[in-house]
């Protein structure tokens, strides 16, 4: 009982502890944003002649203002649209409003010690750095007033052949197929957040049998923004965007009539919603560590998941990292410059320092994506997809007959195995496998023999 007792009084003193300085670090890290934004939207200006929108202000725009930017918000089969005379249309709901309502630690604890909750505001908003980005695809505002393209790459961006691809219309695609010119099914791979096609292409595709490969073609995608796929700098990554490019590079480009999907943690999202557009193409699908967070009642869901996700506690470290990139925008990008920006030089140096000796493809993954790109992705896909996912799991239970199994490590510390069972609990019939002492990546990366022949298992199933 006295063991007990200590052990308790001692994680809630270690919780205490951890509120307590998480409180004055993300205080502070809340002020250097404001810092940050002020030094990028002066750099922006200096390098590349015109302003940048950020969302840092919580300015907006009304239907009417924006109209009068050539922008107009209307109705259309019950969804709101932003359509321009540019031709460029945008659903609204396809944007996460965690893009631009993110309060500050000092914000947060006054509304939760306030007793009076202000009421939300009628009517449709678009915020003004969204107006911006929309205006034909224009891009930022010069001292002229005028509206300026957006350069890409941009001066903070990687500017190497692999980062910014000659072919602007379609995704890379790593491609593997037999001899023969037509199979039965292919497959399609799909990777997560600030990862690579190399995700797969250097794990499991490698151990995938023979008389699979007889039968199947095995495409691995990179996703829009990451890898060596386009990275355009006036697109704002949504859902929408995605699955659109995954069609148009894999599913038309080459044919694809029946297909697999084999997805990994953000790309289980895309490989729902592709599902949901190709029900009668799907024969299996199998989600690695899935982000579904169920949205409890009365609580905003992109909000919900990114206070889920992201905690702002500087422990464990894997929180302290989501914080970081989820919370604040221009920070995040000085960690891109850091990195990403030159990723060529961090890759030559592990290189070095392991003697060449240690394979690279995780690196490549994490530190070939720009600001913009992974920004944009984890609000609109990550949080803003909340609501949506929760439709299209009803979809596949009710109207696809796909097998579908789910894949978590028992480890995960980023996204618990509750988010599998959620999974579960909207498809009855799905499979979930809890594999033990593994975690967000060596679900896949360490056991990529094992699940190369638990694969071919469920694409050899009836469905």
């Given at each position: 009982?006295?063991?007990?007792?200590?052990?308790?009084?001692?994680?809630?003193?270690?919780?205490?502890?951890?509120?307590?300085?998480?409180?004055?670090?993300?205080?502070?890290?809340?002020?250097?944003?404001v810092l940050l934004c002020v030094v990028y939207k002066v750099a922006d200006y200096v390098v590349e002649g015109a302003w940048r929108p950020c969302y840092c202000s919580s300015r907006s725009a009304s239907p009417a203002s924006a109209a009068t930017g050539k922008i107009v918000v209307s109705e259309r089969g019950g969804s709101k649209v932003v359509s321009m005379l540019s031709a460029t249309r945008l659903h609204l709901e396809d944007i996460s409003d965690t893009l631009y309502t993110r309060p500050s630690v000092l914000a947060c604890a006054a509304a939760s010690g306030s007793?009076?909750?202000?009421?939300?505001?009628?009517?449709?908003?678009?915020?003004?750095?969204i107006v911006q980005m929309l205006r034909g695809k224009v891009g930022g505002r010069g001292g002229d007033g005028k509206h300026r393209p957006y350069p890409s790459p941009r001066w903070s961006d990687c500017h190497c052949a692999n980062c910014n691809p000659a072919d602007t219309d379609r995704l890379f695609v790593h491609v593997e197929a037999p001899p023969q010119a037509s199979t039965e099914e292919d497959v399609l791979f799909i990777h997560g957040f600030v990862s690579s096609s190399g995700f797969w292409t250097e794990t499991v595709l490698p151990h995938v049998s023979p008389a699979a490969r007889s039968r199947r073609r095995l495409f691995a995608v990179d996703l829009l923004g990451f890898g060596r796929s386009p990275k355009p700098a006036d697109s704002l990554y949504t859902l929408r965007e995605h699955v659109e490019m995954i069609e148009r590079s894999v599913i038309e480009r080459h044919g694809v009539k029946s297909f697999h999907i084999v997805a990994h943690s953000l790309g289980s999202i895309l490989a729902l919603a592709l599902a949901?557009?190709?029900?009668?193409?799907?024969?299996?699908?199998?989600?690695?560590?899935?982000?579904?967070?169920?949205?409890?009642?009365?609580e905003v869901g992109a909000r919900y998941v990114l206070r889920t996700v992201a905690p702002r506690r500087v422990w464990p470290p894997i929180a302290f990292g989501a914080s970081v990139a989820?919370?604040?925008?221009h920070l995040s990008r000085t960690v891109s410059?850091?990195?990403?920006k030159h990723?060529?030089?961090?890759?030559?140096?592990?290189?070095?320092?392991?003697?060449?000796?240690?394979?690279?493809?995780?690196?490549?993954?994490?530190?070939?994506?720009?600001?913009?790109?992974?920004?944009?992705?984890?609000?609109?896909?990550?949080?803003?997809?909340?609501g949506k996912i929760d439709r299209c799991l009803e979809v596949v239970?009710?109207?696809?007959?796909?097998?579908?199994?789910?894949?978590?490590?028992s480890d995960d510390e980023l996204l618990p195995v509750q988010c599998s069972y959620a999974v579960k609990s909207k498809?009855?019939?799905?499979?979930?496998?809890?594999?033990?002492?593994?975690d967000h990546v060596t679900i896949v990366v360490g056991r990529q023999k094992d699940l190369a022949r638990e694969l071919e298992e469920i694409w050899d199933r009836k469905r």
């Amino acid at each position: 009982m006295g063991a007990a007792a200590a052990r308790s009084a001692l994680a809630s003193a270690g919780r205490a502890a951890n509120e307590t300085v998480s409180f004055v670090v993300f205080l502070l890290l809340d002020a250097l944003e404001v810092l940050l934004c002020v030094v990028y939207k002066v750099a922006d200006y200096v390098v590349e002649g015109a302003w940048r929108p950020c969302y840092c202000s919580s300015r907006s725009a009304s239907p009417a203002s924006a109209a009068t930017g050539k922008i107009v918000v209307s109705e259309r089969g019950g969804s709101k649209v932003v359509s321009m005379l540019s031709a460029t249309r945008l659903h609204l709901e396809d944007i996460s409003d965690t893009l631009y309502t993110r309060p500050s630690v000092l914000a947060c604890a006054a509304a939760s010690g306030s007793s009076t909750r202000r009421a939300p505001v009628p009517g449709v908003t678009v915020h003004s750095a969204i107006v911006q980005m929309l205006r034909g695809k224009v891009g930022g505002r010069g001292g002229d007033g005028k509206h300026r393209p957006y350069p890409s790459p941009r001066w903070s961006d990687c500017h190497c052949a692999n980062c910014n691809p000659a072919d602007t219309d379609r995704l890379f695609v790593h491609v593997e197929a037999p001899p023969q010119a037509s199979t039965e099914e292919d497959v399609l791979f799909i990777h997560g957040f600030v990862s690579s096609s190399g995700f797969w292409t250097e794990t499991v595709l490698p151990h995938v049998s023979p008389a699979a490969r007889s039968r199947r073609r095995l495409f691995a995608v990179d996703l829009l923004g990451f890898g060596r796929s386009p990275k355009p700098a006036d697109s704002l990554y949504t859902l929408r965007e995605h699955v659109e490019m995954i069609e148009r590079s894999v599913i038309e480009r080459h044919g694809v009539k029946s297909f697999h999907i084999v997805a990994h943690s953000l790309g289980s999202i895309l490989a729902l919603a592709l599902a949901v557009r190709q029900p009668a193409a799907v024969r299996s699908l199998t989600l690695v560590a899935p982000p579904y967070f169920p949205v409890p009642r009365g609580e905003v869901g992109a909000r919900y998941v990114l206070r889920t996700v992201a905690p702002r506690r500087v422990w464990p470290p894997i929180a302290f990292g989501a914080s970081v990139a989820c919370w604040y925008e221009h920070l995040s990008r000085t960690v891109s410059i850091v990195l990403c920006k030159h990723h060529r030089l961090w890759e030559l140096a592990f290189r070095v320092f392991t003697l060449y000796r240690v394979r690279t493809y995780l690196m490549d993954g994490f530190f070939c994506h720009t600001h913009i790109a992974s920004w944009h992705t984890l609000h609109n896909i990550i949080c803003g997809s909340a609501g949506k996912i929760d439709r299209c799991l009803e979809v596949v239970r009710d109207q696809l007959t796909c097998n579908v199994t789910v894949y978590h490590g028992s480890d995960d510390e980023l996204l618990p195995v509750q988010c599998s069972y959620a999974v579960k609990s909207k498809i009855p019939r799905a499979q979930v496998k809890v594999i033990d002492g593994k975690d967000h990546v060596t679900i896949v990366v360490g056991r990529q023999k094992d699940l190369a022949r638990e694969l071919e298992e469920i694409w050899d199933r009836k469905r």
